[in-house]
């Protein structure tokens, strides 16, 4: 069983820039895919960021493109999610996912991830 949890989250204003990190019980999470996900009051909980189990590339939303870098550290056991340029419309939960059978392309799933954090509390301010 794998347990994550979420830290970082706070309120910010638009232009900003925030570091999530994703601590994980395990010592290592190689092999698994992850994923950042957000969500708000009456919407589908969405993909932001996502990387296969094989590590080899990194998958984003359009909408935060060019903006949100996923990252890990070496031994895979915490990652982060570099949000530049934050808007207000990035105001949500924040939630880390892992699984230990997802390639790249099902990474977009919310609903293929095994085990997910809590969720921090992300607030962008006009």
């Known amino acids: 069983q794998v347990q994550l949890q979420e830290s970082g989250g706070r309120l910010v204003q638009a232009g900003d820039s925030l570091t999530l990190s994703c601590a994980a019980s395990t010592p290592t999470l190689y092999n698994y895919a992850m994923g950042w996900l957000r969500q708000t009051p009456g919407k589908e909980r969405e993909v932001v960021a996502a990387?296969?189990?094989?590590?080899?590339?990194?998958w984003y939303a359009y909408s935060v493109r060019g903006r949100f870098t996923l990252s890990s550290d070496s031994a895979r056991k915490t990652m982060y999610l570099q949000m530049n340029s934050l808007k207000p419309e990035d105001t949500a939960i924040y939630y880390c996912a892992a699984d230990p059978t997802l390639d790249t392309a099902a990474t977009v799933r919310p609903e293929f991830y095994d085990y997910w954090g809590q969720g921090t509390q992300v607030t962008v301010s006009a």
């Open positions: 990387i296969g189990r094989t590590g080899v590339s990194t």
